[in-house]
């Protein structure tokens, strides 16, 4: 059925760069919106990117506003979240989601179908 698997997750230095990938299968992957969420321990999970369908319209969390970028590559099925001058604070589990929804949602409820996430960890 639909599998997302995220990868690219790892330990960087705070003002550096990193970018995470989720692959799809098992959908038709242009048909849905996808999001990136996070989760540090001990805190919900929350909304950090959404890209729509064709990939010309995005959504970010304020709190990523200027620093990420979402994109996506429908010939691979695959989103992309680019990081650039991450922050301690930015120290998450990474999740990818797919909704079938017209609009990019924020809330962990509009995504159908998650990834088992991938580590980022920010040092200060």
């Known amino acids: 059925q639909v599998q997302l698997v995220e990868s690219g997750g790892g330990l960087v230095q705070a003002g550096g760069s990193l970018r995470v990938s989720c692959a799809a299968s098992?959908?038709?992957?242009?048909?849905?919106?996808m999001g990136w969420f996070r989760q540090a321990p001990g805190k919900e999970r929350e909304f950090v990117a959404g890209?729509?369908?064709?990939?010309?319209?995005?959504d970010y969390a304020d709190s990523v506003k200027g620093r990420f970028t979402i994109s996506r590559d429908n010939a691979k099925n695959t989103v992309y979240l680019q990081m650039n001058s991450l922050k301690p604070e930015d120290t998450a589990v990474y999740y990818c989601?797919?909704?079938?929804?017209?609009?990019?949602?924020?809330?962990?409820?509009?995504?159908?179908?998650w990834g088992q996430g991938t580590q980022v960890t920010v040092s200060s």
């Open positions: 890209v729509h369908w064709s990939g010309g319209v995005t």
């Open positions: 989601a797919a909704g079938g929804r017209t609009l990019i949602g924020g809330r962990t409820d509009e995504y159908d179908y």
């Open positions: 098992g959908l038709t992957f242009r048909l849905y919106v």
